[in-house]
């Protein structure tokens, strides 16, 4: 495109110059000065948009340029030569911004006036007033419209930029959606894997430990056999009762949620109350034959609160009888200030250990609630920790 204006400007000026020149019929001597000026002027033209700094300085030398051929002309004004200052004016409004391409304007519009006004000095005549008016209105139409057309590509410009920037954030905002989506996607499967796990890996830890004990029955107590049998149908029912219903879950046929406040388990899932919590505590121990030691929180706790407890202790005790082999199981619970702490020690097994998805649930379960967790193992497993009430958390 620029080498097309280049090309288009030269073919212009080269037939201006031939009708001056024409116009002129100068004497061998002025015609070859003459030459000589319009080839620098139009060498100039090709070397001043590679010159890097402000371009609209560089119009004084086009000015100079076309003022010394005016200079040689035989008349005061050669309308010829004059065009080339209309023609130096456009490609500096279609070259530069507004800003400079304005100021380029004024120079050469300046040079273009100055021979007026030159001729004024030597006494008022219409004729050249007039000129000099019509010059002058002329020249700042051009300018104005040179101006409004650059005004319109401004606009175009800005439209366009404020349109790409519009998609650009369009698509940022669907690439977000689509994170997020993915993000709840895979905090729900995370939610009912832990549901899952806790629910499931307790009962099916009891159910284990029911059995074991069954067989000692079978040998020593044939008569409670059938009672023992029981036991374990009950809790298997109740094992695939929680794969039901984290199935459902997962299905999209249920949303068991607490709400937006980040809580696990939803309503109706029976963890809601302290009673929930002892008969989970007493149950476990009646299944298994631990002994468990316990002392809660007196008062009451919020479901939230009492759902994140109860998912704590189940956990705990499902460890100490499945890892570590524990007969004796302490709980100690209770509210200090905003917060609800807990201590678990079982006298199992101790030793190394690896965090698994069981305690790293548990960490997780705490840590969103505010809370932490430490963990000590050596003579059976202790498990202590804390997190914030509700009221706390606001």
């Not at 061998?28 to 001043?48: I, K, Y």
């Not at 009888?321 to 807990?342: D, K, L, P, V």
Request: hydrophobic fraction near 40%; charged fraction near 25%; glycine fraction near 10%.
């Amino acid at each position: 495109m620029r080498r097309q204006f280049a090309i288009l400007k030269l073919i212009i000026n080269l037939s201006i110059f031939g009708f001056a020149l024409s116009f002129e019929g100068a004497s061998p001597e002025r015609t070859t000065l003459l030459v000589v000026l319009f080839s620098v002027f139009l060498a100039w033209g090709f070397v001043r948009p590679r010159l890097k700094k402000d371009g609209s300085l560089w119009y004084a030398v086009d000015a100079a340029l076309i003022f010394l051929l005016e200079y040689q002309s035989k008349y005061l004004v050669n309308y010829f030569f004059h065009i080339l200052y209309v023609s130096s004016i456009v490609e500096a409004g279609i070259s530069l911004d507004r800003k400079r391409g304005n100021l380029a304007s004024a120079m050469l519009s300046a040079a273009a006036l100055s021979k007026y006004i030159y001729a004024l000095g030597f006494g008022v005549s219409a004729a050249i007033l007039s000129q000099l008016i019509f010059n002058l209105f002329a020249l700042a139409f051009l300018i104005t419209l040179i101006n409004f057309g650059k005004l319109q590509q401004e606009e175009r410009e800005k439209g366009q930029r404020l349109y790409r920037e519009l998609v650009e954030a369009y698509h940022r905002l669907e690439e977000l959606s689509a994170q997020k989506e993915k993000a709840a996607a895979l905090e729900e499967r995370n939610r009912i894997a832990r549901e899952m796990h806790d629910s499931l890996g307790h009962r099916l830890t009891a159910l284990i430990m029911q059995l074991e004990m069954g067989k000692e029955y079978l040998k020593k107590e044939p008569a409670k056999t059938g009672q023992y049998l029981d036991r374990c149908a009950d809790n298997a029912r109740e094992a695939l009762a929680d794969t039901r219903r984290a199935l459902r879950a997962l299905s999209g046929m249920r949303r068991d949620r607490a709400g937006e406040n980040g809580s696990e388990g939803g309503t109706g899932s029976g963890m809601e109350t302290m009673d929930s919590i002892l008969d989970m505590i007493e149950e476990f121990s009646k299944n298994t034959g631990i002994e468990i030691n316990y002392k809660l929180p007196g008062g009451s706790l919020s479901p939230q609160e009492n759902n994140v407890l109860y998912r704590v202790i189940q956990e705990a005790i499902t460890n100490a009888a499945r890892h570590g082999g524990a007969t004796r199981i302490n709980i100690e619970a209770g509210r200090e200030e905003n917060w609800i702490w807990f201590r678990i020690k079982d006298n199992g097994r101790g030793g190394d250990f690896a965090e698994g998805f069981g305690l790293g649930s548990m960490r997780k379960r705490l840590e969103d609630m505010g809370g932490s967790l430490e963990i000590e193992s050596g003579q059976g497993f202790c498990l202590t920790g804390r997190f914030a009430t509700v009221d706390r958390r606001g």
